[in-house]
C-alpha cells in the first residue's frame, strides 16, 4: 500500500489522475494540498495551503510518490514572472520538500515542445523546470509531455479549445504526437509512473499517451 502526493489537484489532469488514485485498491492515502478545499473522501488528507507560504516541516510531506500537475497560463498568472512561479518555483518547491521527507518517486505532467534552449517562454519554462527537477535527487522521475489535452476544464480557455476543436476534425491527417490527448490518459500514464518508481528519468512524449 502506498502514500502519494497530489499537487494540482483542482486543474483538469489533476482531477482525473485524484480519482484514478481514490479507486486504486494499492493506493492507501492521498494528500493533496491545494488553495481551496476538496470534496471529503475516506483516502484523502486535503491540507489548504497557501503555495507561496509551503509548510516546510508538516508531517504530511512524508510519502512514496509525488504527481504534479500544477499549471497556469500566462493570461491567468498575469504575467509570465507569476506564470513562471507557478509551473516552476512551487513545482520545485514541492518536489524538493517531499524529497526532504523521503519521497522516491516523481510523475510531471510538463508539456510538448519542453526545451530549455525554445525561443518560446512557455515551452522553455517547461524545459528548465524538467531540467533542475533532475537536480533535486529523485531516483525515479517520468515527465509526461502531453501536446492539446482533451477534456472539460473548470476554467476557459477559448484558444485552446478552438486548437483543440480543429485538431478533433483533422485527427485522422496528424501525426500522433500532435493529436489530442484525453485528460484521463495522461493521468493513468502519471500514476502509473509513480506507483511503479521505476529507477531513472522516463520521458514519455505526447504520441506514447494515446
Not at 509551503?54 to 506564470?83: K, M
Not at 529523485?138 to 502531453?146: D, E, H
Amino acid at each position: 500500500m502506498k502514500q502519494l502526493m497530489l499537487v494540482g489537484a483542482t486543474g483538469l489532469v489533476g482531477s482525473h489522475v485524484l480519482q484514478q488514485l481514490l479507486a486504486d485498491p494499492t493506493v492507501e492515502s492521498v494528500v493533496a494540498p491545494t488553495r481551496k478545499p476538496l470534496p471529503p473522501h475516506p483516502k484523502l488528507l486535503n491540507p489548504v495551503v497557501d503555495f507561496e507560504r509551503l509548510p516546510e516541516d508538516a508531517p504530511w510531506w512524508r510519502v512514496d510518490a509525488v504527481i504534479c500537475t500544477l499549471g497556469t497560463t500566462i493570461r491567468a498568472a498575469g504575467s509570465q514572472a507569476a506564470f513562471y512561479k507557478v509551473d516552476h518555483d512551487h513545482t520545485l518547491e514541492v518536489a524538493y520538500l517531499a524529497w526532504r521527507h523521503g519521497a522516491r518517486a516523481f510523475a510531471l505532467n510538463s508539456a510538448l515542445g519542453a526545451d530549455v534552449g525554445s525561443r518560446v517562454f512557455y515551452s522553455r519554462t517547461k524545459g528548465e523546470t524538467e531540467r533542475d527537477l533532475q537536480a533535486v535527487g529523485y531516483p525515479s522521475l517520468t515527465l509526461v509531455r502531453p501536446g492539446l489535452i482533451g477534456g472539460k476544464r473548470p476554467t476557459s480557455r477559448p484558444l485552446e479549445q478552438l486548437a483543440v476543436g480543429v485538431s478533433r476534425v483533422l485527427q485522422p491527417l496528424l501525426p500522433r504526437r500532435y493529436r489530442v490527448v484525453p485528460a484521463d490518459r495522461i493521468a493513468h500514464h502519471l500514476v502509473r509512473a509513480a506507483l511503479l518508481a521505476s529507477p531513472g528519468v522516463h520521458v514519455l512524449p505526447s504520441e506514447a499517451l494515446l
